[in-house]
């Protein structure tokens, strides 16, 4: 079974700063992948980056990066000049290869921009 | 546009109707998904078909019944519902369910359910 801890229910940002979502799994798997996405008051749920479990380098997508730490189970989302647009929830999610690739998402960290 | 479509957006229903959620992707993916979304708890897989086929039930209740026709398709009739299954039902589909990828899943807007 796997799990995703994320323990910031809610967090409040400037405009402009940089801000870490934290984000903990838990996973038996060998192999697995690690996504961050993000859902505005819209509903649907926007993909911002991918970390696999083998790749060396931390992902980076634009203003995104990915902390990715394996021995201590950490895969924090990194924010760079926040934007007021960025505010929305944010989830944590892994997945593992098997004959139906589940999503297994965290309960999610409430992200408010601040002008 | 997300490239995969759901409607209704909104939908309220007595626990005695018949609905039907429908989900449409035209992205060449291989695999569709039901998620539920409910206050306050984690997202949950409901259903996921690869290649048109079911590979996957998580102990979902019969009052849902999905229906995949074809790999850009996907539909969740809904039947004698109670007012607990009220939430956001999103629909999500990649490239086939196999494997690892690092494409990541596109995710519909999901439609709001709320059973009276």
């Known amino acids: 079974a796997q799990k995703i801890t994320q323990t910031q229910p809610g967090m409040f940002v400037q405009e402009k700063e940089a801000v870490t979502l934290d984000c903990t799994y838990d996973t038996s798997d060998q192999s697995y992948g690690l996504f961050w996405y993000k859902q505005p008051s819209s509903g649907e749920m926007i993909f911002l980056i991918y970390?696999?479990?083998?790749?060396?380098q931390n992902a980076t997508e634009g203003r995104y990066s990915l902390n990715f730490q394996k021995a201590r189970k950490s895969a924090n989302l990194v924010i760079s000049a926040s934007q007021l647009g960025d505010s929305a929830m944010y989830f944590c999610?892994?997945?593992?290869?098997?004959?139906?690739?589940?999503?297994?998402f965290g309960s999610g960290t409430q992200l408010t921009v601040l002008p | 546009e997300t490239g995969v479509t759901q409607t209704p957006r909104h939908l309220v229903m007595g626990m005695t109707n018949k609905k039907s959620l429908k989900c449409e992707q035209h992205?060449?993916?291989?695999?569709m998904y039901w998620y539920k979304q409910s206050a306050k708890k984690p997202l949950e897989l409901m259903f996921v078909?690869?290649?048109?086929?079911?590979?996957e039930n998580n102990s979902v209740p019969s009052r849902f019944s999905p229906e995949c026709p074809n790999s850009s398709h996907l539909f969740l009739h809904l039947h004698t519902l109670q007012p607990e299954d009220s939430a956001l039902y999103l629909c999500?589909?990649?490239?086939?369910?196999?494997?690892?990828?690092?494409?990541?899943?596109?995710f519909g807007s999901g439609t709001r359910l709320t059973v009276v």
């Open positions: 078909y690869n290649f048109k086929e079911q590979t």
């Open positions: 999610v892994i997945t593992s290869p098997g004959s139906a690739r589940q999503l297994t």
């Open positions: 999500a589909s990649s490239q086939d369910a196999t494997g690892l990828a690092n494409y990541g899943y596109t």
């Open positions: 992205l060449g993916h291989n695999a």
């Open positions: 970390q696999g479990s083998y790749d060396e």
